[in-house]
């Protein structure tokens, strides 16, 4: 999109700041007088915004350029990511509850409350430490690579411009600046996403004449389990299992729903986000398909896949058009580094700040999370000539994978930790320090033996290199079948919980009255809803089969 903006898409860029800044100092000017208001927005917050504001943070500009690559290079296989709707729909129904009658902040605190101290202090450091390197790191690249292509200014100068802009509103206005401004940006990045989407079919003419040009393959979500890349099997199990981890326990998405005023308006902003989450088959990757088609045609060329989005804003979009994707993807990149900014901000402040110093105050604790946030800009702005010597690409997928082995224990932990009361303290402890020796086992192997391309590098050889061998997506179902092992046998072979302490935190110590309120939490609505989700998650895996 270098140099193509012309004076309307200026005025439509422009427009769209506005607007954000608007919303962001109106935000500002309510004040934050508590932690519950600074990090939950007061609890206060209605479905719409909830569901709104889970997309916004999961959908990064990385995730755009990167889904639309994809989906000219491979086709639909990735779809099955998106269709973990039905894993937005579980949060709703079978975590949220729990977490909000135990009426936590954080996800380290509920496992204090179920498990102990120990617990929580682990996934604390732990979740801390991988937003400042992964979730940060990834997403002010991005932000980088696209404000420097869009305004014409350096990588550097860029991703400055997005950390300080995307941090000031964060600081200044907490939780309830990040998920109104996340409505805003959630509606432009689809209205810019579903704009480009039309005019592609408009240039290809129909949807069979797409299938004829693209080819059988690229509709083709279900590849065989030996596939080296997508394999069915690893996509819908390895991928559930990585999907339960981010959607239902990570703080990045699940301080969204804490932010409701009840179970049920928590429970439809999933339901809600879990919609949204469809729409990027339909808005990414189809529009990478359209792209391989017109390339096809001869209409566009692009060298490498990530290319393919800005490619195709310039040949099909008209001017003010332009614009108005252009701030998509500010709206993309800057939700998502907002989110990641203030969940870190929460985790430190309460996690560990109030954990060391029980006596703060509020407003001691809402500066304190104000300057945690600030710590977190500025190790994300330092991080930036690390990430421009990496590059992007091969970082991404690195990424993608590593999710793949931090997930299982954390999943393990999370989910018989609510549906079994047995588990124990001791078994959650060592499921997580199993986990992240594994997860190091296998990270080292892979650096050892194998290439930039993921095959084994020539001479390798040995358990270690079998090891490093294995599919990513596979590996997570292999790593989580050994965590729920050992997380039994730990819990069986040591003293139970004592349940008094369990009271409500799972499905066996709910009271009658707990279950009577859960019951009276939903409407006839919300189970229709949520079916008509399925069904249609359903509908799409059928269809796109060879």
């Excluded at 801390?128 to 390197?133: A, D, E, R």
């Excluded at 590849?223 to 990570?250: L, N, Q």
């Excluded at 008509?532 to 269809?543: F, N, Q």
Aim: hydrophobic fraction near 50%.
């Amino acid at each position: 999109m270098t140099n193509q903006l012309q004076t309307l898409d200026w005025v439509v860029l422009a427009l769209y700041f506005i607007v954000l800044f608007a919303v962001a100092i109106w935000v500002i000017i309510q004040k934050n007088r508590n932690t519950e208001d600074y990090f939950l927005a007061g609890r206060n917050v209605g479905w719409f915004i909830i569901g709104a504001s889970i997309f916004a943070s999961n959908i990064g500009s990385e995730h755009v350029v990167g889904l639309a690559g994809t989906g000219a290079e491979s086709g639909m296989p990735m779809a099955h990511y998106e269709l973990h709707a039905w894993i937005v729909l579980l949060l709703g129904w079978l975590f949220l509850p729990f977490y909000m009658r135990s009426g936590v902040f954080t996800m380290p605190e509920f496992l204090e409350k179920r498990f102990d101290s120990r617990s929580r202090w682990f996934l604390s450091l732990f979740s801390i430490i991988g937003y400042v390197l992964t979730k940060v790191s990834v997403t002010i690249y991005a932000g980088g690579v696209v404000v420097s292509s869009l305004l014409g200014m350096t990588f550097m100068e860029g991703a400055v411009i997005t950390v300080v802009v995307t941090g000031l509103y964060t600081v200044l206005g907490g939780m309830r600046a990040v998920v109104y401004t996340e409505a805003l940006q959630t509606i432009i990045l689809i209205l810019g996403s579903l704009l480009l989407t039309y005019k592609g079919f408009e240039a290809i003419g129909s949807w069979e004449e797409l299938k004829a040009l693209a080819g059988a393959e690229h509709f083709n979500m279900w590849r065989p389990s030996t596939d080296k890349e997508y394999p069915w099997t690893g996509m819908v199990f390895g991928g559930a299992i990585v999907g339960i981890w981010y959607w239902c326990t990570d703080q990045y998405i699940v301080q969204r729903t804490l932010a409701a005023h009840n179970i049920e308006i928590g429970r439809r902003g999933a339901i809600f986000g879990a919609y949204l989450k469809i729409l990027p088959i339909f808005i990414f990757l189809i529009p990478g398909i359209i792209a391989f088609a017109l390339k096809q045609k001869g209409v566009i060329d692009y060298e490498k896949s990530d290319q393919v989005f800005p490619v195709l804003v310039q040949a099909l979009l008209p001017s003010g058009m332009k614009g108005l994707v252009a701030g998509g993807l500010m709206a993309a990149l800057m939700s998502s580094l907002a989110s990641v900014f203030n969940s870190s901000s929460t985790l430190f402040t309460i996690d560990i700040f109030k954990k060391l110093y029980p006596n703060t105050s509020e407003k001691q604790l809402v500066r304190i999370g104000q300057i945690a946030t600030a710590v977190v800009v500025i190790l994300g702005m330092a991080w930036i000539p690390i990430m421009e010597k990496i590059g992007g690409g091969t970082l991404y997928r690195y990424l993608q994978s590593v999710q793949s082995y931090i997930a299982p224990p954390i999943t393990t932990v999370f989910l018989l930790g609510i549906l079994w009361k047995r588990v124990n303290a001791k078994g959650a402890i060592a499921t997580l320090i199993f986990g992240l020796l594994l997860a190091a086992v296998r990270i080292i192997a892979e650096l050892s033996y194998l290439g930039p391309d993921g095959n084994l590098i020539e001479g390798a050889h040995g358990p270690l290199a079998s090891f490093a061998a294995i599919n990513f997506a596979h590996m997570a179902i292999y790593m989580f079948l050994a965590c729920i092992f050992i997380c039994t046998l730990v819990s069986l072979a040591t003293a139970p919980p004592t349940e008094s302490k369990l009271l409500g935190l799972t499905f066996g110590t709910l009271s009658t009255e707990q279950k009577m309120a859960a019951k009276n939490s939903y409407s006839t609505w919300d189970i229709v809803a949520s079916v008509a989700l399925v069904l249609v998650i359903i509908g799409i895996l059928v269809y796109f089969q060879a």
